[in-house]
């Protein structure tokens, strides 16, 4: 089971962290991504990070704005967005895929990856 919480109105130019909770996992190796998808728009890979190593993936569109990161104590998925646009407004998703550290990729694209399990969305709306 995964869970978003964090989303909300956002001024452009602003920064907002997303948080994206798990549990039930039956594998320590996991690679856990953020999706957003706008109205229209097809659901995007924002950024994924994995457990076998902590290697992260960013899309072009969010990278050196965007910082995912982990807390394995609190198996807690963190999504800090900064210097936010009006082109990140969407519902944004977490989503897992458990692994193995042998078939895990460096860096863990979100594209490729089947992802299992997934979230119930939470609304980023960046005001311009």
């Known amino acids: 089971q995964l869970v978003e919480s964090g989303g909300g109105l956002v001024p452009s130019g602003g920064s907002w962290r997303l948080s994206c909770e798990f549990s039930?996992?039956?594998?320590?190796?996991?690679?856990i991504g953020w999706f957003r998808q706008a109205p229209g728009k097809e659901r995007e890979g924002v950024s994924c990070i994995s457990s076998v190593d902590d290697s992260t993936y960013y899309g072009d569109s969010v990278k050196g704005r965007f910082t995912i990161s982990r807390d394995s104590d609190k198996n807690t998925i963190y999504l800090q967005m900064d210097s936010l646009e009006s082109e990140d407004t969407g519902v944004y998703y977490c989503?897992?895929?458990?692994?193995?550290?042998?078939?895990?990729?460096?860096?863990?694209?979100?594209?490729?990856?089947?992802?299992?399990?997934w979230g119930q969305g939470t609304q980023v709306t960046v005001s311009s």
């Open positions: 989503a897992g895929h458990l692994t193995v550290p042998s078939s895990t990729p460096n860096p863990p694209m979100c594209g490729p990856l089947p992802f299992e399990y």
């Open positions: 039930g996992f039956t594998s320590a190796y996991y690679v």
